[in-house]
């Protein structure tokens, strides 16, 4: 490859949206871009959407010139399951075992919003516990997908010791999960209501405290391993930056935001169950980079190990967990929309619903965080990166089909 | 790029001497938590087949099937939940909503076959490997979806009702109506135990959706005194309720009422009665114009035939009317109801006495077909001496006396003889007639009383005593009070009927003093008539009747009710009068062809 055209290419991806370009017509995400595939220049090739490092079933059609991409398209699809649509068919309390299936890694956000936004809409008051009892959930599967992510990353990278670790830690909070909702992967613990059941015995913080010391524990090795790794280092710093500028423009949320310096997170902004009566900050960055995101995820497992500990310390120890609803095969939620949402590991998730009086929903929209990160930006993020570094770059956005197609 | 950043990854080699995080055998070394949602268990015995599991699985993996060695039976369906593990999703709504508590999950990890067949099964039937009573998820108090509370229904305070006869239940509003509808399952299960099978389901559908007017036609396919049994009905779906089992069940019988008591000002309306019918020129008497005999002259009129009723009294209503007091069940709305059945076109022929005034032979001679439908009016004499006495009555005869709006005096102390609904009529009546103290002797226990829990508690409530394990052997006169003389009874082996049978205590003897003794301990029929035209009868005095088609050996005579399967309940004789006229239908107008396929 000629270093010339390299750095032309380049520069397509350095450049930063001016008033001419916010052009609604023609935004310069949409711009296509021509290429002379006979001239054998160029070449073009598929990854995905079977790869292991997409996390998912989606593909990035690249057109490479060497081993650079300057061209991608991101194309969903294959794992489209149409749990919008199947809702619209299901009883309040059959959408229920559904929702959680939106996203692997991290389900009980989907339950919670589903359950928050039909309560908002049938006048529901979740008990107080029973709201401790969530948060904690939340956090808890907030830990389990953070620590997992961080192993993705740094598979991605080929530093594959921290995947194993990262896995195998999240097992050891699934053990909780196990004891605490009776499911591992799929919760289906947080109801319209509450929560199906209180804790199994009295011991239960202090097996959650073990685990987060051992998460403790494994956050030094992956300083030492992946932080503070030459390679690493050097394969991650400047890849993938965003211009906080684009946040807005691109629907960016979670840490992708806050890495660019940007604060959004919904706990803060528009805080929801328990989290006012939690102690935390808002944790930013500045470089925006894959180093930078990957930095800022080992800070937020941090902030969740610190909020998990106030919420055994803060929450009520008796009290219901929740209540009674009317006979669920003929509940009828009252006519309304209403919009939830929520700060996932991945950024803001929400549940706009719409009911008409019937016992179905009329309408149930999921807004998956990775629905902006993993379509449009990630097609400008990939131009002038190359091909070794895509799957890296893809996993920092934590990007999630399932979540992108529901 | 530092020094320490190209060395500090190699710490992770100090990991290599720690002790793996996997384990060897997972299956023995780590059993599944408590709570664990494996596969499924069914206690079997405690599942009643409801199907209500199946019902509220959105994968449609729960299948009712039938499974052998269980079968059918009163408040069973006889079918089992299959489920199929290519479809199941693991969430356990169907352990949380069962309403009997059967269903749960094992805590088993990890099971696994080859056999694509073998994903199908049904959990507690087919041999598994891991068992009912092992660990795993189970339906707890705080994770039940269900309500087990019953909307309660206002009612008069016993203070004030004791003195009146004033109906003693108001009827619920909308808002306790829609309440109770929606705590139905629509399982079913009612509809079989219903003698007359109400669709019960589907007019609580009609109550919870407001479209009472389609639940009014709903009551009326299937029986023509939803108003009274929406009072007095003896409720047999409630007592099979899915609900029941871990809770109260469904009030259908006040449902029912819901529906009939915001909807009888335009019934004829709603159900078109008055509107031409087909007229066939078949003629049908029917004798005794009671629930059973009301019922059956509804469905034939409506199959176009002509029909007279011969009632011995002169107004219709048989038991409802001269059985039933008035703070259950008022004149006015029994009578509105009949004015309902009678508008369809039926004649009546009332202060006729069949047998007397006019002969069976004669009347089964000149009609295509003749219903009897005489009930069972004559109470029961207890064969002990001094029932002859001044002051001691007979149940029926009581009921029928207030009935017709005396107001007879009974005195301070009155004693009611039995067990039955009459007895708790009969007490009941007495409390409103003014007697201080009114006191029930029964031979068994509460546990084997035949009358309503419901009549018991209520009958308590109005300060009604009752006395176990005791029978009177002899009443006599002393001054102006009875001398009932009672015997103390033990239970022994159990009966035919499955009750333990009272045995008297030699001894035991003791004397209570009252001024009015009511023997309410059953009735008899009386089918002196049937000698007329031949109709066999059996040894208890009812007609002797083919239980299905309830024809008699005279072809064209059909009986049923009260007099074809002895003393019961109204519901009982309103699917009697359901059924006759279905058959005499079909013996009309498929002559010689044998009635039952």
Known sequence: MKSKELSETIEINQQTPTKTILNPWQPFWAEQKEFDLKSGKYLKIWHGPQHPGVTGNMALELTLQGDVVVDCKTHVGYLHRGFEKLMERRKFIQCFPIVCRICVPEPDYNEYLFAAAVEELAGIQVPERGQWIRTLVLEMIRLASLTMGLGGQAGAFGLVPVGQWGVAHRDFILDLFEELTGGRIYHMYIIPGGVRQDFPDDEFPHRVELVLQKLEKLILDIEKLMFNNAVFKARTKGLGKIPAEWVELFGITGTNARAAGVPIDVRKDNPYLVYEQLDFEMILGSASDVYERSLLRKEEILNSINLIRQIFKKMPNKGEVRIKLPNVLHWKVPAGETYVRAETSRGEMGYYMVTDGSEYPRRVHVRGASYTHAMALLEQLAVGVSIADVAGLMVSLQTCPPEIER | ?597
């Open chain 2, 1 to 597: 790029m530092s020094l320490k950043d190209v060395l500090s990854p190699f710490s992770a080699w100090k990991r290599t001497l720690e002790k793996p995080f996997t384990i060897k055998k997972p299956i023995t070394e780590r059993e599944g938590e408590d709570r664990y949602r494996g596969f499924h268990v069914n206690d079997i015995e405690k599942c009643i087949g409801c199907g209500t599991c199946e019902e509220i699985c959105q994968n449609e993996a729960i299948d009712m099937v039938e499974s052998y060695p269980i079968t059918a039976n009163k408040g069973d369906s006889g079918l089992r939940p299959q489920i199929d593990y290519g479809r199941c999703c693991w969430c356990a709504l169907c352990v949380d909503v069962c309403p009997t508590g059967s269903l749960g999950m094992s805590n088993d990890y990890i099971w696994v076959t080859p056999n694509p067949d073998e994903w199908v099964f049904k959990p507690g039937i087919d041999e598994k490997e891991w068992k009912d009573d092992d660990k795993g998820y189970r339906r707890t108090e705080e994770a039940w979806l269900l309500d087990p509370e019953q909307e309660p229904m206002p009612v008069l305070e016993p203070e004030v009702r004791k003195n009146t006869f004033k109906e003693m239940a108001k009827g619920y509003q909308v808002t306790m109506a829609l309440e109770e509808a929606s705590r139905c399952l629509e399982c079913g299960i009612c509809i079989e135990a219903c003698p007359t099978h109400m669709d019960i389901p589907e007019y609580i559908r009609a109550i919870r959706e407001n479209r009472l007017e389609d639940g009014l036609k709903i009551l009326y396919d299937t029986n023509p005194f939803s108003e009274s049994c929406g009072r007095v009905c003896t409720a047999r779906c409630q007592d099979v309720c899915v609900l029941g089992h871990n809770g109260e069940p469904i009030a259908i019988r006040w449902l029912k009422r819901y529906i009939t008591d915001n909807t009888y000002e335009k019934r004829n309306e709603i159900l078109g009665i008055g509107k031409p019918l087909p007229e066939s020129d078949k003629k049908i008497v029917i004798i005794g114009g009671g629930p059973s005999g009301l019922t059956a002259a509804f469905y034939l009129r409506n199959y176009g035939y002509q029909i007279t009723i011969y009632e011995k009294h002169d107004k219709l209503g048989g038991m409802l009317r001269y059985g039933i007091p008035e703070y259950r069940l008022p004149k006015e709305v029994l009578d509105r109801e009949i004015k309902t059945i009678l508008d369809t076109g039926v004649e009546v022929k009332y202060k006729v006495e069949v047998g007397k005034d006019v002969s069976l032979k004669e009347l089964q001679e000149t009609y295509d077909a003749v219903f009897i439908s005489v009930g069972a009016q004559k109470g029961t004499e207890m064969p002990i001496e001094g029932m002859d006495t001044l002051g001691v009555l007979i149940g029926v005869d009581f009921l029928d006396r207030i009935a017709e709006g005396e107001r007879p005096d009974l005195g301070e102390k009155v004693i009611v003889v039995g067990g039955g609904n009459t007895a708790m009529d009969v007490c009941r009546s007495s409390v409103r007639l003014g007697a201080k103290e009114v006191q029930v002797l029964y031979r068994r226990t509460e546990q084997e009383m035949p009358a309503n829990d419901e009549e018991i508690e209520e009958a308590k409530e109005e300060g009604v005593k009752f006395e176990f394990l005791t029978s009177p052997v002899k009443i006599s006169r002393k001054g102006d009070k009875l001398q009932v003389e009672c015997i103390r009874m033990k239970l022994g082996e159990p009966d035919s009927s499955g009750r333990r049978r009272p045995v008297a205590i030699e001894g035991s003897n003791y004397v209570i003093e009252a001024d009015t003794c009511v023997m309410a301990i059953g009735q008899k029929v009386d089918s002196e008539m049937a000698q007329q035209a031949n109709i066999k009868t059996t040894r208890w005095g009812t007609f002797d009747i083919d239980p299905t088609t309830l024809q008699t050996n005279v072809k064209n005579v059909f009986a049923g009710g009260d007099c074809g399967f002895g003393p019961d309940d109204a519901i009982r004789a309103i699917a009697d009068g359901k059924k006759a006229a279905y058959f005499i239908n079909k013996f009309l107008t498929k002559k010689g062809e044998p009635l039952i396929d």
